[in-house]
């Protein structure tokens, strides 16, 4: 069983910045895929950024050049730097992972959630 657990979050202006942070417990994470979904006022669960444990990485159209996925092995955490938000990225973060991957299917392991908030 993997516990994770997700923080970060806050209220920022837009163009401002946040890294969120997921660190896992109960088990070592290095061999799976993690990746992070948000879920927007009255709007359905979507994909943001996964890395694999091979490092390989991929991101949603919208944040393609403004968010950054990577991860550390040796404190089991994985971290999502966002530059340049906007308006549109409001939502709850949640941290998800999987041996067997976390795109498209969400893994079975997830966070609490962080939420962010972009507004002036």
């Known amino acids: 069983q993997v516990r994770l657990s997700d923080s970060g979050g806050g209220s920022v202006q837009p163009g401002g910045s946040l890294r969120l942070s997921c660190v896992a417990s109960?088990?070592?994470?290095?061999?799976?895929?993690v990746g992070w979904r948000r879920q927007a006022p009255g709007k359905e669960l979507e994909f943001v950024a996964s890395i694999g444990w091979t490092e390989l990485t991929a991101y949603r159209d919208s944040v393609i050049g403004r968010f950054h996925i990577s991860r550390d092995n040796a404190k089991n955490t994985i971290y999502l730097q966002m530059n340049d938000l906007e308006p549109e990225d409001t939502a709850t973060y949640y941290c998800?992972?999987?041996?067997?991957?976390?795109?498209?299917?969400?893994?079975?392991?997830w966070g609490q959630g962080t939420q962010v908030a972009v507004s002036s």
């Open positions: 998800n992972a999987d041996e067997l991957g976390v795109y498209p299917t969400p893994g079975r392991y």
């Open positions: 109960e088990a070592d994470i290095s061999t799976y895929a």
